[in-house]
């Protein structure tokens, strides 16, 4: 794998720290801008939607850029973005300057994961995106973990700080080890949102949005779960979370692959093997041992899906990699948001925190749907001979 790889993973670290840091953050957050925690919550909000926003406009804005200078314009974007984060006088401006970080989020990921394919011979394909991928789920092991607690030892702002230097790591490495002649797309914007009719594409998308939305039905109330349901203290409620981001990174290069291997037996088999964990979390989130084991298989192959979609929307949109990459990205980001909703609407409605998981199983039995239908329109059909061809 070339170093190049490497800065991609390193700035994509950078963006998963920062997504996703604000959370362990919130109360200091609250207590210095004067609002409440709910409040300060929406930051994490915010966030989400300003990446599902920028999908479409970045990859309106960069479609006719070089990759190699995209990828450094959108790093640029987001070191800005974290200064402005640090320096933020008021909740207003926080939320704003969150917004403008999240723009370039779609984007990078979006291109970035061209560019990984790009570099790698074709059967490399799916591990060169893994690899990229790997840098965000070593930071939901690290990355926020050790932000929460340098912003805890520092002040918040300290860690957006800290955030905006490994952003300068990251310019830098893509400055000197990305390749400057990168392949461009040809066509124009308009011959790339073409591609958005392509049935393929939009099921494909389709499938990341579901998939995204299983996973947070139940990970955006897993504390509550595993203090209610299977017991844990709040320590140990640490430790489950960070043997689940465990998980998400060996899932993530798990998922490379096997995209590389056989990607949409891949893709189906590990949603099958999602149901059948979800379904065993119902019983086995009651005690520590078998919800532990549960969660980072969980882990494993939720994030195994990743490389798995990625590479799908890529080949698929084969025409326009770059915009349907990034739009997939807004995809992955509005099931996020989607299976939090859904996770709060049912638990309203009287589903208790340990039978979240049916509800994970239904998202994960469309997406299965989808992807049949999927793999069903890849087969070629099958042409009947003629009455003359058969001689009559």
């Not at 479609?63 to 974007?77: E, H, N, S, Y």
């Not at 860690?159 to 400057?180: E, R, S, Y």
């Not at 955006?220 to 299977?230: F, N, Q, R």
């Amino acid at each position: 794998m070339p170093l190049s790889l490497l800065a991609l993973a390193v700035a994509a670290f950078g963006i998963g720290t920062t997504e996703f840091v604000v959370m362990g953050l919130l109360p200091d957050v609250a207590r210095d801008l004067g609002v409440t925690i709910p409040a300060a919550g929406l930051l994490v909000t915010g966030y989400a939607l300003g990446v599902v926003i920028g999908a479409p406009v970045m990859a309106i804005l960069t479609a006719a850029l070089p990759r190699k200078a995209t990828l450094v314009g959108l790093m640029a974007l987001f070191i800005g973005g974290n200064v402005l984060c640090a320096l933020a006088p008021s909740y207003g401006l926080l939320m704003g300057a969150r917004i403008v970080t999240a723009f370039c989020h779609a984007a990078f990921f979006g291109i970035g994961s061209v560019v990984a394919a790009d570099l790698v011979p074709r059967q490399k394909r799916a591990q060169a995106i893994a690899l990229v991928f790997a840098g965000l789920t070593i930071a939901n092991v690290l990355g926020v973990p050790a932000g929460t607690a340098f912003g805890q030892w520092m002040g918040w702002r300290a860690t957006f700080w800290a955030v905006a230097v490994i952003g300068i790591a990251a310019l830098c490495a893509l400055i000197v080890l990305v390749p400057g002649r990168l392949p461009m797309a040809h066509g124009g914007i308009l011959k790339e949102f073409r591609v958005l009719g392509n049935g393929q594409v939009m099921l494909a998308m389709l499938i990341s949005v579901l998939c995204s939305a299983s996973l947070f039905c139940v990970f955006t109330y897993i504390s509550p779960l595993l203090s209610e349901v299977t017991g844990l203290s709040a320590p140990a409620i640490t430790g489950a979370l960070l043997l689940f981001g465990v998980g998400l990174t060996a899932g993530n290069m798990l998922g490379g692959r096997l995209a590389d291997w056989k990607l949409m037996p891949s893709l189906i088999g590990t949603i099958l093997a999602l149901l059948v964990v979800l379904l065993a979390f119902v019983p086995g989130a009651r005690a520590p041992v078998p919800a532990l084991a549960l969660l980072l298989i969980w882990g494993v192959l939720a994030f195994a899906l990743v490389p798995l979609l990625q590479l799908r929307v890529v080949d698929t949109a084969a025409s326009a990699p770059n915009l349907a990459s990034t739009l997939n990205q807004g995809a992955f980001n509005l099931g996020n948001a989607m299976g939090a909703w859904i996770g709060a609407v049912a638990i309203t409605h009287g589903i208790a925190y340990g039978h979240l998981p049916f509800v994970s199983v239904g998202l994960s039995l469309l997406a299965l749907l989808a992807s049949l239908l999927s793999a069903a329109l890849d087969r070629p059909a099958v042409r009947r001979p003629s009455p003359v061809e058969c001689g009559e």
